[in-house]
């Protein structure tokens, strides 16, 4: 007799089997990440290990995961919001990028005539601002054209990148920055305090803890957050049920593309205070933070341990980067493969594959 395997979707399934899921997702995925290093002549338990003690196992290396969290948790809780409905926001990069420039214009032309009090928070407004409006063309794209959500939020990644690209090497430039492509350094009133002896920006931190909170409430336990999980559901029994469609997808597209422009708000006030390079900027957070929302099953309080979670894999890469000579790309390489194993074990908590004997044998 001659067998076959059938895949069937899931009528339902035990409290227990989503995090069993997900404990296997991350197995698969280390495991063919130690496949990466073996190929690659490295001990693949040390190689984990020293990503890992890199990140956690000092004071620096767990300040730095912290620091690199606070994107990482902003911008992953806004992509829950709106993956849970879904509405594919790859733009978060640009998101970015565009409240990174909005803020980075308040702080060189109002820093130094304004106080504190008023020029940062003035600097977070507006980068919430600029995020949202990079993220609504592709809302109006969607819901008039049918045009891709995928393809109109990534192509708009290039755009912002090359827009800064331009401001910093063109009319923005810096004159005290001696030819480098930056433009000149924010004044002290537009720079965020830290915590002494790290570069964890505290105000960033409350708001990226903050929001993973208040996005946790709106989803679970309002009105809003009912018809933001009806419309992913089953967008057809939304319209019945007389949600306005637009209307939820336009709110919380401003709300994910705000809070990833506070994240670039955060990293020019609070790391780098100047604006330069795309990808100084940004360390490719927009597009981490995609896993980071995955990672936390599309539930915007438990991105800040995924975020925190991921925000370690990306030092503890640097760190290998260093002491073991691996490429720049290995961290980039992880997120993928655990990207990919993460999105598998989402098929199977639907799906089951049974075996069954074919027909006609």
Aim: charged share 10%; with cysteine; net charge positive.
């Amino acid at each position: 007799m001659k067998w076959r395997i059938k895949v069937q979707r899931r009528v339902s399934y035990s409290r227990l089997l989503p995090f069993t899921v997900l404990l296997l997702s991350l197995v698969v995925g280390f495991f063919f990440i130690a496949i990466l290093f073996a190929l690659s002549h490295v001990n693949p338990l040390f190689a984990l290990m020293k990503i890992f003690t890199g990140s956690f196992g000092s004071l620096y290396g767990i300040s730095e995961t912290l620091t690199k969290a606070i994107p990482l948790i902003l911008i992953g809780c806004g992509l829950a919001l709106v993956f849970r409905a879904k509405f594919w926001n790859i733009g978060a990069e640009g998101q970015l990028l565009l409240g990174a420039i909005f803020a980075g214009y308040v702080g060189l032309h109002l820093g130094s005539h304004l106080p504190s009090y008023i020029v940062i928070p003035l600097m977070f407004v507006v980068g919430f601002i600029g995020g949202a409006l990079w993220a609504l063309p592709t809302v109006i794209l969607k819901l008039r054209l049918n045009v891709n959500e995928v393809i109109s939020t990534l192509m708009l990644n290039y755009i912002a990148a090359e827009f800064l690209n331009f401001l910093v090497t063109g009319p923005w430039k810096g004159k005290t920055q001696m030819g480098f492509p930056y433009t000149d350094d924010l004044p002290p009133s537009a720079v965020l305090g830290v915590v002494t002896g790290t570069r964890i920006h505290v105000v960033t931190l409350a708001l990226a803890l903050g929001f993973a909170l208040i996005l946790f409430v709106m989803v679970y336990y309002t009105k809003f957050g009912y018809e933001l999980r009806v419309t992913g559901d089953n967008p057809d029994a939304a319209r019945y049920a007389g949600i306005n469609f637009m209307k939820v997808t336009m709110i919380m597209m401003i709300i994910s593309g705000g809070v990833a422009g506070l994240a670039g708000v955060g990293e020019v006030a609070g790391i780098h205070h100047h604006l330069s390079y795309p990808s100084s900027i940004s360390s490719g957070y927009g597009y981490t933070a995609i896993i980071v929302a995955w990672l936390a099953k599309l539930n915007p309080l438990l991105t800040i341990f995924s975020g925190i979670f991921f925000a370690g894999i990306v030092v503890g890469g640097d760190a290998i980067q260093v002491s073991l000579g691996l490429p720049a790309a290995t961290v980039q390489i992880f997120n993928g493969i655990l990207l990919f194993s993460l999105i598998m074990g989402d098929f199977f908590l639907t799906h089951r594959l049974t075996i069954v004997p074919k027909e006609g044998t």
